[in-house]
């Protein structure tokens, strides 16, 4: 199996081709509202993603937090689309899902955003319509071949802190920051509004070389 995965002690995070489900997420089996809801999913295509995606959220719940049942935790939706875990406000999920992997994080230490995407993918809405000043001048600063790859880790950042926030922040409003890039870890500084900068932390992967992912977390105030 083709996979990439992080834990930390608040923090844990998965992916799993979507194609092949591996045999000890099966075993898990789905509760009946997420095989509902995965009925209710007319493309084919995307049933799979979803199905490997929640199996893949019940898998990291699993990992993270052994004194869950995650075989018959609900997971509710918000009317946002966000995902939420029934009767454990403590506990934050997060999911993605691409042409060829799905990828879950949870976390216990405030929101979480996950976000993956293909090396190849070329359809990026235009910059200008989600960078920050700074970013564009950073990115044409770049070598031609390099800029579509750093584009790339820009918007699995924006999309993961999206959402962390529940996408109540806009793109050109969270500032990616670039240090520590080339480092596998970056911190990223938002600024949404008068309720002041929130400051998230983003880890980077590059999943078996085909993929961009970011992890976003938003620490809660003590
Ligand atoms: C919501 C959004 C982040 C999803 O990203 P995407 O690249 O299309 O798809 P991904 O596969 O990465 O993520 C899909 C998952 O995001 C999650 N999601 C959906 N809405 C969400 C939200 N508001 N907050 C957090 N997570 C959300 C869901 O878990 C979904 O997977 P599931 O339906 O299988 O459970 C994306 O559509 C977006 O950035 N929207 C911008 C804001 C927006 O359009 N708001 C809508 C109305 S104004």
Redesign the pocket.
């Known amino acids: 199996m083709d996979r990439a995965d992080g834990r930390q002690r608040e923090l844990a995070w998965r992916t799993c081709p979507i194609h092949d489900l591996p045999r000890d997420l099966q075993a898990m089996g789905l509760p009946a509202t997420d095989l509902a809801?995965a009925t209710s999913i007319a493309d084919p295509a995307a049933r799979q993603?979803?199905l490997t995606?929640?199996t893949l959220?019940r898998a990291t719940i699993a990992e993270l937090c052994p004194d869950v049942d995650a075989h018959t935790v609900a997971?509710e939706?918000?009317a946002?689309?966000?995902?939420t875990i029934a009767g454990c406000a403590d506990m934050h999920?997060?999911?993605?899902?691409?042409h060829g992997l799905?990828?879950a994080a949870v976390s216990t230490r405030g929101p979480v955003?996950?976000?993956?995407?293909p090396l190849s993918r070329t359809d990026l809405p235009p910059g200008h319509a989600w960078l920050t000043t700074s970013e564009e001048d950073r990115l044409a600063a770049h070598p031609p071949e390099e800029r579509r790859r750093h584009l790339l880790r820009l918007w699995v950042a924006?999309?993961a802190t999206?959402?962390?926030?529940?996408?109540?922040v806009t793109?050109r409003s969270i500032t990616i920051h670039p240090e520590g890039h080339d480092r596998g870890r970056a911190v990223e500084a938002i600024e949404p509004d008068a309720d002041g900068p929130v400051v998230a932390t983003l880890d980077w992967e590059r999943v078996a070389h085909r993929f961009v992912l970011a992890v976003a977390t938003v620490p809660v105030e003590a």
């Open positions: 809801r993603r979803f995606g929640r959220l997971i939706v918000a946002s689309g966000r995902p999920v997060s999911v993605s899902h691409t799905a990828a955003g996950i976000d993956v995407e924006k999309e999206l959402k962390a926030h529940d996408t109540r793109r």
